[in-house]
């Protein structure tokens, strides 16, 4: 299983995309660096969420990624 990231940014963003992913019947990992970082004691910026897939879903998960992008 090789995973590709599909999304870098924030949270709320990441949850939106996520939930649309998902709506196509594709399972999506979330990496959260701000609750990592907070955990561990110290702050985090920039593109702190990621989404990810894995590699053989990229042509299902295509059209709810493109429509996100698009702001549809």
């Given at each position: ?42 702050g ?29």
């Amino acid at each position: 299983m090789a995973l590709v990231k599909v999304f870098s940014g924030s949270e709320i963003l990441a949850q939106s995309l996520k939930a649309r992913i998902e709506g196509v019947g594709v399972a999506v990992i979330v990496k959260n660096n701000i609750q990592s970082s907070n955990m561990a004691g110290f702050g985090s910026l920039g593109q702190a969420v990621e989404v990810f897939i894995d590699d053989r879903d990229k042509e299902k998960a295509a059209q709810a990624i493109e429509d996100f992008k698009m702001g549809n």
